[in-house]
Nanobody
Framework: HVQLVESGGGLVQPGGSLRLSCAAL????????TGWYRQTPGRQRELVAV???????NYVDSVKGRFTITTDSAKNTVYLQMNSLKPEDTAVYYC???????????WGQGTQVTVSS
């Protein structure tokens, strides 16, 4: 079992930045596919950014050039740097770690991000 704890959400004005953190109690960097998802009420959870075990990274088109997923293996932590935030980025953000793409993997508890003036 992998326990994931997210932090870093909050209220930010449009154009602002936030950095989300996802800390694991076990080594996940280099062993698990790690990703960030987001969900708004009434909608399915959406993949935002994913990093493969080998380090390949993909982003959903709506965040390309604004969001960056990184990892710190020494801290067993995955980050999501979010810049130039827009109101439509408002959602609960979840991190996920999985061994294979077909696995459901493990989820954090979620952290709320609200972009509003």
């Amino acid at each position: 079992h992998v326990q994931l704890v997210e932090s870093g959400g909050g209220l930010v004005q449009p154009g602002g930045s936030l950095r989300l953190s996802c800390a694991a109690l076990t080594s996940i960097c280099g062993f698990y596919i790690t990703g960030w998802y987001r969900q708004t009420p009434g909608r399915q959870r959406e993949l935002v950014a994913v990093r493969s075990i080998s380090g390949l990274i993909n982003y959903v088109d709506s965040v390309k050039g604004r969001f960056t997923i990184t990892t710190d293996s020494a801290k067993n932590t995955v980050y999501l740097q979010m810049n130039s935030l827009k109101p439509e980025d408002t959602a609960v953000y979840y991190c996920n770690a999985r061994r294979r793409t077909t696995d459901p993997g493990y989820w954090g508890q979620g952290t709320q991000v609200t972009v509003s003036s």
